[in-house]
């Protein structure tokens, strides 16, 4: 029996890298189709790094350039994209949820259904960059005021179109009911699905990354692939401070190229998913230092790499990871050197680690999260 007809609306094209902002979205429908559903995903034009998951079809959406790089620009895309969307679309999911009216009163009949998924609140977003990037002058006070006017108008039409908003960040749920008094009841918890491939042994990950089968490894998955980025430094800094109590130690950076050559230190420039997988099969630990608050790919692919988790309090779950992750008490290095030091000392704290991160990592599966999304609800009475 074939399944419903699914339109998803991403923010970009197809993407190898797990940390892209799109690859969420793309994850989801690959979710969905495993489920059997018939799904298409609408994203702007632009270059597709990786062919798109099995089932899904993927329909590129012309965006026309009105104001490149303004505020309002994803207004735009959720306009034209909606006129895109199937007629014969069962449940219609914006991934983020963006700006503007996606289904523009086009509803008939409650069909169909609309679910948004909210990454970050757009709001916050303008205002974190307005503060410090914006003409501080009249006509930029002016122009400020104007735009942040619109975000808030048009992301105040995004979510009032919703039937459902799913969130995966726990302080979205506050953000939303005090700038859109969004209900509560419309929201629900969804963790951030992590689309993986399948996984090398480990003696195959250690070959392949020319690495000794008798030492201890260090994977360090970074966001950006920027070698002079903070966390390469922050990461390398805590390495450096270790090394010497553990002979033979290695760290292997992934998502960036070489930093600058250190003894026992390897960067791995790939950005697909398959070379931070095959770092963190080879390593003992993963070390996850982001340099500001945000949910880590890297963690939940390292849990399912059979690799224990040191990560910076900057990292954020939607739900507490219960104890599938060891913490450092602060993002600063020398913390982060003394709870790797510990970890790398103390194997039975590892396996607690692996195992607990076994069960964690399933929360994130896609087909699980899109279990949790496409599933339908009774509506709240007004």
Do not use: K
Not at 43 to 61: Q, R, W
Not at 169 to 175: F, I, L, R, S
């Amino acid at each position: 029996m074939a399944g419903r007809s699914v339109d998803l609306v991403a923010a970009g094209p197809c993407p190898a890298d797990p940390y892209d902002p799109a690859a969420p979205a793309w994850a989801l429908a690959a979710g969905i189709a495993a489920r059997g559903d018939r799904v298409r995903v609408l994203h702007p034009l632009g270059p597709s790094s990786a062919e798109p998951p099995v089932g899904v079809e993927a329909v590129p959406v012309e965006i026309p350039l009105r104001r490149p790089g303004a505020a309002v620009e994803g207004a735009t895309i959720a306009s034209v994209a909606g006129r895109r969307l199937r007629p014969d679309a069962e449940l219609v999911i914006r991934d983020p949820i963006g700006l503007g009216p996606l289904l523009g009163g086009r509803r008939r009949g409650g069909s169909p259904s609309l679910h948004g998924v909210v990454r970050g609140v757009e709001l916050a977003a303008y205002d974190g960059v307005a503060s410090h990037q914006h003409p501080v002058n009249f006509m930029g006070r002016v122009e400020t005021w104007r735009d942040r006017r619109s975000v808030r108008r048009l992301e105040r039409e995004a979510l009032g179109e919703a039937d459902r908003l799913f969130y995966d960040n726990p302080e979205v749920p506050a953000v939303l009911t005090r700038e859109y008094s969004v209900d509560p009841r419309l929201l629900t918890e969804a963790p951030t699905p992590v689309l993986g491939g399948p996984l090398p042994s480990r003696e195959e990950a250690r070959r392949d990354l020319r690495l000794p089968l008798d030492v201890l490894v260090v994977a360090a998955p970074v966001l950006s692939e920027d070698p002079s980025a903070p966390e390469v430094d922050r990461v390398q800094e805590s390495f450096r401070r270790v090394r010497s109590l553990f002979v033979g130690a290695r760290l292997v950076g992934v998502g960036a190229p070489v930093a600058r050559v250190e003894p026992g230190v390897a960067w791995v420039a790939g950005r697909d998913t398959a070379s931070f997988e095959r770092a963190l099969v080879a390593a003992d630990v993963a070390l996850v230092a982001p340099s500001a608050p945000r949910f880590d790919v890297g963690s939940i692919l390292a849990m399912r790499a059979r690799c224990a988790v040191l990560a910076s309090p900057l990292v954020q779950f939607s739900t507490p990871p219960e104890g599938a992750v060891r913490f450092a008490p602060s993002p600063d290095p020398a913390d982060l050197a003394a709870a790797l030091a510990e970890l790398l000392a103390d194997p039975e704290q590892r396996r607690h680690l692996v195992e607990a991160g076994r069960s964690f990592a399933a929360r994130f599966e896609p087909e699980r999260v899109a279990s949790t999304i496409t599933a339908e609800r009774q509506l709240i009475a007004a």
